[in-house]
């Protein structure tokens, strides 16, 4: 069975879609399309800004969404999904590339979403960190040993997991962590403490907005990351992707789950390999492939 999964916030680079944009009429439609409903021209910080302008939160999350999105529709009957799942942002993606979600509502709402974020990243000093080296109960127990809001939030694969929250308790976490053998215990360049309860403002935000929002039935079972299992019924995926923002990121498990269910390939639609490279840390064996510019032999 063919799994398509779709990154997250971290992929972006300058350049992204460009080749897209430039040698097919569809991409050229969307983008352009995209422009219009954001208000602003996100084509040209994705084909000619820097990595800064790129970083600013209502563009990077856009912009991987767009890249992720305007490739599964270029690719046509190539886009031929038996299992879909997207990392934190890539939902949206997932979503949209299965027919669950209409280009121009996806686009919305992870417009919308990206705002929301940067307001509750505003409101509260916070951030997150990588812990490497350590089984998820370890770090869950530090997190709950530790004064003030952090908690696990990204089960990227096994040994590799993300902690989010107040500034002070992720530093303080990060020093336990050591002390119990992490490898690494890296504080990330991130404006805010995603995935935790610090988020509870953007999520109440945009949960108004996913209310309002149409969603419909995907063609195949959209894996979401609240609990890693398979969904094709629309209220169900609502109520999934409105607790995705306080809610941890279950990769590990998603991954794992595809698996058990028949998935013998996965193939990555968007900008880098990160996700390529975390399904064969979850297994080795797993048949792992990736677009993030037109395929030649289309």
């Not at 069975?1 to 969307?30: C, H, T, W």
């Not at 805010?192 to 999520?203: I, K």
Request: aromatic share 6%; charged share 20%; with cysteine.
């Amino acid at each position: 069975m063919k799994a398509f999964v779709f990154p997250g916030q971290g992929a972006q680079y300058p350049g992204m879609g460009k080749d897209l944009y430039e040698n097919s009429e569809i991409a050229r439609e969307l983008f352009d399309r995209a422009n219009t409903i954001l208000g602003f021209e996100i084509t040209k910080i994705m084909f000619e800004g820097t990595a800064d302008e790129l970083k600013q939160t209502k563009v990077t999350q856009p912009a991987i969404f767009l890249h992720s999105v305007i490739l599964a529709k270029v690719l046509g009957d190539k886009f031929d999904p038996q299992m879909v799942a997207g990392h934190s942002l890539g939902e949206f993606s997932a979503l949209v590339a299965a027919g669950a979600l209409s280009f121009d509502d996806g686009l919305t709402l992870v417009s919308k979403r990206a705002m929301a974020m940067q307001k509750a990243c505003e409101a509260q000093p916070s951030t997150m960190a990588a812990i490497v080296g350590l089984d998820d109960e370890t770090v869950e127990q530090a997190c709950e040993q530790t004064n003030g809001v952090v908690v696990a939030a990204n089960y990227n694969c096994p040994g590799q997991l993300v902690i989010s929250g107040a500034v002070d308790a992720v530093n303080a976490a990060c020093e336990l962590l050591k002390e119990k053998g992490a490898k690494r215990a890296l504080v990330l360049p991130v404006g805010g403490a995603f995935h935790s309860p610090l988020m509870e403002p953007a999520r109440e935000e945009l949960a108004a907005a996913i209310e309002a929002t149409e969603i419909n039935e995907p063609v195949c079972p959209v894996y979401q990351n609240v609990n890693a299992l398979p969904y094709t019924n629309p209220a169900e995926i609502k109520e999934n992707l409105i607790a995705q923002l306080t809610s941890p990121v279950r990769w590990t498990q998603t991954v794992q789950n595809m698996l058990s269910d028949g998935a013998n390939s996965f193939t990555e639609l968007g900008p880098g390999k990160v996700l390529q490279g975390l399904v064969k840390k979850v297994n080795s064996e797993a048949l792992t492939f990736g677009y993030d510019k037109l395929p030649e032999d289309l």
